[in-house]
Structures are given as C-alpha cells and as structure tokens.
C-alpha cells in the first residue's frame, strides 16, 4: 500500500471511531486497514490511537495529525480534480441519506434533470427518517426535517416546511370533526404518533390562533419512525395526523385526506441539509447542494 492509501486509512478510523466501519467504507479488510495504521504509527514513532474492545479513540497528537492529514488529503483531491477538469464536470460517487417522503415525492421526480446535468456523478442514495451516523457511515450529506445540533456537522437551512393536520374522511365520519386542537387529548380521537428518531419520543405539536396556543401530544394506537408509514397510517384511518404541505395536497386532492383546524398556526419544520465539517466539500457535493436549493425553490408544494 502507497502512502496515500495510509493516511486515508488513519483519517477514516479517526472519523469512523472504528476499524470495522472504516475497513468497509474503504473496500478494505480490518486487517489490512489495522495494520496500514500501525505502519503509520511505528513510521512516526508516535500512538495516534488508542485502542479497546469496544472503541477507538484518537490520541492528543493523533488528533493534530489528523487535522493535517485531513487538509493534506484535500489538497491532493483538489489537484486532482483541476488536472482532470473535474470542476467543471463533477464526476464520482455521492452518498446521501434523505426522508422517504421526500425522497418520493420531490427528489426521485426530480433526479433525471440532475442526471443530464452532471452524468458522470452516480448518487447513493439512502432512504430513511432514522439518525445516521453520517462520519462513521462515509455519507457525504444529509436532508432531515427538524434541527441538527451535532456539533461535527455543518448544517444548512434550505427550507421551511409548512405543515398541517389532516386525517381520513371515513376516520372523521366516525369520530366526528374536532372543533378544537384540545379535543384530540380525549376520546373517542387518536393522533398517529411519530417517533424522533433521535430519542424514541413522540413529537409533540405545538400549534397558535391568535393568542392561544396548545402543544398536543394526544393518545395514540399506532406510532412510526418513518414518514411513509406514518402517511400510510393515517390514510387507513388509525387518527389525526400532522404533515408537510408536500406530502399531503396530493392526498387532499385525491380526497383521501381533509384538513383540520385551517384557522390555527403550526410552526414550520424546517429543513436542513448537513455534511461533516472536518470533510472536504468535493465539486460533486458542491453542485448536488447548489441543484437542492434550486430545487426547493421551484417546489411550491414546500
């Protein structure tokens, strides 16, 4: 192995807090990635890590070598990148990870117009609601509903999401229409509870009309941590619910859904995309960020 395949081996470790993760974002076997970073380590004469059973954490001077070898690694892909002419074509993989609703809706549809514009970049694409590990599962951005408060990510507010409540038309015809957020606290309603992925706790919903002001937590039968499920939920009736403007027009429309409390105000979710701090911002990354402004800008559903 040259020493570039060393140092990018030693970067992932720091970043993955493993030798496991690192080896397989790198296409490596964990022996071969232990062992590039004792290499290292006895070349420098220096432990960069300290290793357990259970993790990996950097030394003092394995942290300051990392910030150089990061920066180092930057570089050489910059000075790729130009002789390649790859600033103007951005090509490579691009790992992201964004909400099924809103890959469904809004980013798949959209996705043949990013293709004819940079061919040569091929998208990874995972779909979930669920916290990811964005340093440890080499993903290089995110899309996610609600704040971001990880420390090691820079986080872009590209969005407003504007939300309501709404549930099925055969679920009101038995219930009745609430006439009041509050109602929804006692029987005979049910709310559909999304789990925060985060800490496994049902999101309340904070809601306004003047003055007034509630934040609903309701009683529920049925709760998802995925957006999909969530939607899929209220359609077959199992309570009220509360989404994005995007995700529930077209089921209005359809009349598979009907609006609820249309003169209270709900705070709006908004939306982040975020990448890891420490990483460099490749061209690939830099054009698929600058299309998602433009995308969402053009989305009036959002």
Not at 66 to 77: N, P, S, T
């Amino acid at each position: 192995m040259d020493r570039f395949d060393t140092l990018q081996a030693f970067a992932r470790v720091v970043e993955a807090g493993s030798f496991t993760k690192a080896a397989q974002t790198l296409n490596m076997s964990k022996t071969t990635v232990s062992q590039l970073v004792q290499q290292l380590e006895a070349r420098l004469r220096v432990k960069l890590l300290n290793r357990t059973t259970r993790q990996v954490k950097v030394t003092p001077e394995g942290a300051a070598y990392y910030e150089r070898v990061v920066r180092l690694l930057a570089d050489l892909e910059d000075a790729d990148n130009v002789l390649a002419g790859d600033l103007a074509a951005p090509r490579g993989r691009l790992r992201i990870d964004v909400p099924s609703p809103f890959a469904r809706l809004v980013l798949m549809p959209a996705l043949p117009d990013f293709h004819r514009r940079y061919p040569d970049i091929q998208i990874i694409m995972g779909v979930s609601d669920r916290h990811v590990d964005v340093i440890g599962e080499n993903i290089d951005c995110v899309l996610r509903g609600g704040e971001i408060t990880v420390p090691s990510l820079v986080a872009r507010r590209v969005a407003d999401l504007r939300l309501g409540a709404y549930a099925a038309p055969a679920y009101l015809q038995a219930t009745g229409v609430p006439a009041h957020p509050r109602e929804l606290d006692e029987a005979p309603y049910h709310i559909i509870g999304f789990l925060r992925s985060s800490s496994g706790s049902i999101a309340s919903i904070p809601m306004r009309r003047g003055g007034e002001s509630v934040a609903l937590k309701g009683r529920y039968v049925v709760a998802a941590d995925d957006g999909n499920a969530y939607l899929a939920a209220g359609l077959a009736g199992m309570g009220v619910l509360w989404l994005p403007t995007y995700m529930a027009e077209p089921h209005v429309a359809a009349g598979e859904l009907t609006r609820l409390f249309e003169d209270w105000q709900l705070v709006p979710m908004p939306l982040y995309l975020a990448y890891p701090q420490n990483r460099h911002l490749s061209a690939k990354l830099r054009v698929f960020i600058a299309w998602i402004d433009e995308l969402v800008a053009a989305t009036q559903s959002l």
